[in-house]
């Protein structure tokens, strides 16, 4: 006899099954059906904790994404940003940034889901690796302290994001990331004191 999944260790399979159903189906092919039967629970346990679709969705990208963020310790400012830049870009062309691609794509028709992403992304997680990683150059005296402030830790990552939405594909070429890091990152930082 199987004991009945409650708690944490269900809220883990619901978002377990909504990830591989987005990696698999994408947004628009994940539904409540699917993900219950996925992770052997039914709806009504879905919708307990996630009120609609969207919900579910941006909590499952969450899911995927906690796992691979990035966290580099360099030993030194430029190739710390260079690595977060490169992975960041690396994670945007994994099956990972087809599903973001996929519910970015969706929120154009979502009100809902685009608030959803907004409030809670993953952005908040990203721009605290970015903070920590400028509170790290302060402490080594690599950066004024002034320098540790979210709108410079934003800036690179802002960046990245409007390469892609410009650019139209999944991928930025390095020199642009150099750039990123070179002619405008490292200046700002710079710059605070």
């Known amino acids: 006899m199987s004991t009945r999944r409650r ?3 269900l809220e883990w399979a619901i ?3 909504a990830a591989q159903e987005l990696r698999e189906s994408g947004y628009p092919g994940m539904t409540m059906d699917r993900v219950a039967a996925r992770a052997g629970t039914n709806k009504n346990a879905i919708y307990r904790r996630w ?3 969207a919900a579910l969705g941006v909590a499952a990208y969450r899911h995927l994404t906690d796992a691979v963020m990035p966290d580099p ?3 030194a400012l430029r190739g710390d940003a260079l690595e977060m830049l490169r992975q960041a870009n690396q994670t945007w ?5 087809a599903v973001l691609r996929g519910l970015l794509a969706a929120a154009v028709d979502d009100p809902e889901l685009l ?3 907004r409030e809670g992304s993953g952005a908040d997680t990203m721009d605290r ?3 920590t990683m400028i509170e790290r150059a302060v402490a080594r005296g690599e950066a004024p302290p002034t320098a540790a402030h979210h709108r410079v830790a934003t800036t690179p990552m802002m960046l990245l994001r409007a390469e892609y939405a410009m650019r139209g594909v999944p991928s930025v070429p390095d020199e642009v990331l150099i750039e990123i890091v070179d002619e ?3 200046p700002l930082v710079r710059g605070r004191g």
């Open 93 to 97: 062309s994994s099956p990972h940034g």
């Open 129 to 131: 690796a970015w903070l």
């Open 115 to 117: 608030t959803l992403m």
């Open 51 to 53: 009120p609609h679709r």
């Open 15 to 17: 978002l377990r099954a």
């Open 7 to 9: 708690g944490a260790e």
């Open 73 to 75: 310790d360099t030993g």
């Open 184 to 186: 405008v990152f490292l």
